[in-house]
């Protein structure tokens, strides 16, 4: 399962996801939910329901299906928060109800077993966790002081959808591809112009654009310059792969890196391209293959965070390669997976992903740890992220609320 497939999946439930994903699946959920017994009391052993809600939930007067309705629609989304969710369904495992639950959400017996997984369970475990995505999406509000720290920016039309590796600061102006268009901020206006490639990403090097584009018929990715895109540069190795590589702009270099294909596989591919030259340079691989990661530069060192690892699962591994020492290091997982990097005030900065879709964190290398920042005002995963006018930090598209495109200055 491609992580394009999934977007298209996510972008589905994005739309409404509680009418598509928790309506149709909450009355026979009702039914197998048994909160008149052990599931009750394991939830609130694990702080997802609290003393009250347990006592409210257990009045005789109150029935079976108004209890689970209770508990589906309002209690859970409205107590949990990211890993709360992972252990929702580990108490449903734990119950008596096990084999209902599992059925109703079309889940595979253990998703430790997903490597040998069949392709049709792990579109289920998409499914499900779609599931526990609209529950929260449902529930979730945009923090009233939010609007002090993260301002709008004008919208440029058509309305953006997923804008990972689509948006780089070129000669000083924030720049968005979306498809065959290129929108151009302006001082406070968008400026569109129309290019006879589709963009997969965009790069800055040496302050000149530089876009990855890939030739669906001869199965083969190219680097062009963005003003001159219809002239080959090079042809990216084929151990990329073809869907969803990762690329950025540092100094005269270009790198790329991982890649998948149409199935299970990802890549550890690492390579650089030398924009002087047009030549091509192999690099130590990553640590573990990944498809739509996320790249942040910063003097000699690369970083890589997100994206979707061999078990067609998304990842918060965070690491950094020693361009000049050559080794990959292992460094603190972000909270979020899926998140999209960039870099403010010479710090990573890692926003979006999944489960806190409006999460921002700032990493701090003295402590290899990370620190909240004010969230953002929209929830985004598939979103693009990069630094403009030397501190703001500009977000835009993604899957939910894509056309809002705002910044965040220190």
């Given at each position: 399962m491609a992580f394009?497939?999934?977007l298209r999946r996510s972008?589905?439930?994005?739309?409404?996801?509680?009418?598509?994903?928790?309506?149709?699946?909450?009355?026979?959920?009702?039914?197998?939910?048994?909160?008149?017994?052990?599931l009750l009391d394991r939830l609130t052993a694990r702080g997802l329901i609290t003393r009250d809600?347990?006592?409210?939930?257990?009045?005789?007067?109150?029935?079976?299906?108004?209890?689970?309705?209770?508990?589906?629609?309002?209690?859970?989304?409205?107590?949990?928060?990211?890993?709360?969710?992972?252990?929702?369904?580990?108490?449903?495992?734990?119950?008596?109800?096990?084999?209902?639950?599992?059925?109703?959400?079309?889940?595979?017996?253990?998703?430790?077993?997903?490597?040998?997984?069949?392709?049709?369970?792990?579109?289920?475990?998409?499914?499900?966790?779609?599931?526990l995505l609209a529950m929260r999406i449902k529930h979730?509000?945009?923090?009233?002081?939010v609007e002090q720290y993260w301002k709008t920016a004008n919208l440029p039309s058509p309305p953006l959808r997923h804008c990972f590796g689509k948006i780089a600061e070129i000669?000083?102006?924030?720049?968005?591809?979306?498809?065959?268009?290129?929108?151009?901020?302006?001082?406070?206006?968008?400026?569109?112009?129309?290019?006879?490639?589709?963009?997969?990403?965009?790069?800055?090097?040496?302050?000149?654009?530089?876009?990855?584009t890939g030739d669906s018929i001869s199965r083969t990715q190219y680097i062009s310059e963005l003003e001159n895109s219809t002239q080959v540069l090079a042809t990216v190795p084929e151990d990329h792969l073809l869907v969803d590589v990762s690329t950025i702009g540092h100094k005269d270099k270009i790198f790329v890196?991982?890649?998948?294909?149409?199935?299970?596989?990802?890549?550890?591919?690492?390579?650089?391209?030398?924009?002087?030259?047009?030549?091509?340079t192999k690099l130590k691989s990553t640590p573990c293959g990944?498809?739509?990661?996320?790249?942040?530069?910063?003097?000699?060192k690369l970083f890589i965070g997100g994206g979707i690892d061999s078990f067609l699962t998304g990842t918060n591994a965070f690491e950094c390669f020693d361009l000049e020492a050559e080794?990959?290091?292992?460094?603190?997982?972000?909270?979020?997976?899926?998140?999209?990097l960039s870099i403010l005030n010479g710090k990573v900065v890692a926003t979006g992903g999944s489960p806190k879709f409006d999460a921002v964190e700032i990493y701090d290398n003295a402590t290899d740890s990370w620190l909240p920042l004010p969230p953002m005002k929209a929830h985004r995963f598939g979103h693009g992220a990069c630094t403009a006018e030397g501190n703001k930090l500009y977000v835009a598209g993604g899957t939910i609320f894509s056309n809002l495109v705002e910044y965040f200055e220190l």
């Open positions: 394009c497939r999934s972008e589905i439930a994005a739309t409404n996801p509680w009418d598509q994903f928790v309506v149709p699946r909450l009355d026979t959920l009702v039914g197998a939910v048994d909160v008149e017994g052990e809600d347990w006592e409210r939930l257990r009045l005789p007067s109150v029935t079976k299906r108004d209890k689970a309705r209770a508990l589906l629609m309002d209690i859970l989304p409205r107590k949990g928060r990211g890993e709360a969710f992972d252990s929702f369904v580990n108490a449903l495992r734990e119950t008596e109800g096990q084999k209902n639950i599992v059925e109703i959400l079309e889940l595979p017996p253990e998703k430790d077993d997903c490597r040998r997984c069949t392709e049709e369970m792990r579109e289920k475990w998409l499914g499900a966790e779609m599931v979730e509000k945009f923090s009233d002081h000669n000083g102006a924030l720049t968005i591809a979306q498809g065959n268009n290129v929108f151009r901020l302006e001082g406070d206006k968008w400026k569109q112009s129309h290019i006879s490639v589709n963009v997969r990403h965009i790069m800055k090097c040496q302050n000149k654009g530089y876009i990855l890196v991982g890649g998948g294909d149409a199935g299970s596989n990802v890549s550890q591919a690492v390579s650089c391209l030398d924009s002087r030259t047009n030549e091509w990944r498809s739509v990661c996320s790249l942040a530069t910063i003097d000699s080794k990959w290091i292992n460094l603190c997982p972000t909270a979020n997976k899926l998140c999209e």
